[in-house]
């Protein structure tokens, strides 16, 4: 019963913004990353079996948008995840949740980035990995 009431009183006294803060941080399982004209995509899965997805793009010196393209690919489950977010990656080097929760076995997990790059031709990579 003590332990209890000790708790209580420890979360009490958090600060909201770190509460909220922790609401965000997450513990990574697995991180498929790919690289290509200078930008690099980032695709976390926080929960091997109910993961979120978090996506993180760093754009490096280039000067691009917040346009990018993300697709992934989920074998993990029948049928097949398939999702797209057409033009709405930002590219600022911050995690964002893409998707999730969802329920999934093993599997492989496959992302495409298509990056949004001013002026130039939108570089790409993809990335497979199996996750069992």
Do not use: E
């Amino acid at each position: 019963m003590l332990f209890k009431t000790r708790a209580a009183i420890v979360l009490a006294t958090i600060p909201a913004f770190l509460v909220a803060t922790s609401n965000y941080a997450h513990a990574t399982v697995v991180t498929v990353s790919c690289t290509s004209g200078g930008f690099t995509g980032y695709m976390q899965l926080t929960d091997k079996f109910h993961p979120k997805l978090y996506y993180n793009i760093q754009k490096g010196s280039n000067s691009g948008g917040n346009k990018a393209n993300i697709y992934v690919s989920d074998a993990g489950l029948m049928p097949t995840l398939n999702l797209a977010n057409n033009d709405n990656g930002v590219q600022d080097g911050q995690w964002h949740l893409y998707y999730g929760p969802y329920a999934r076995g093993g599997g492989w997990f496959t992302v495409k980035f298509v990056f949004d790059k001013s002026n130039a031709g939108d570089p790409s990579c993809t990335k497979s990995q199996y996750i069992g």
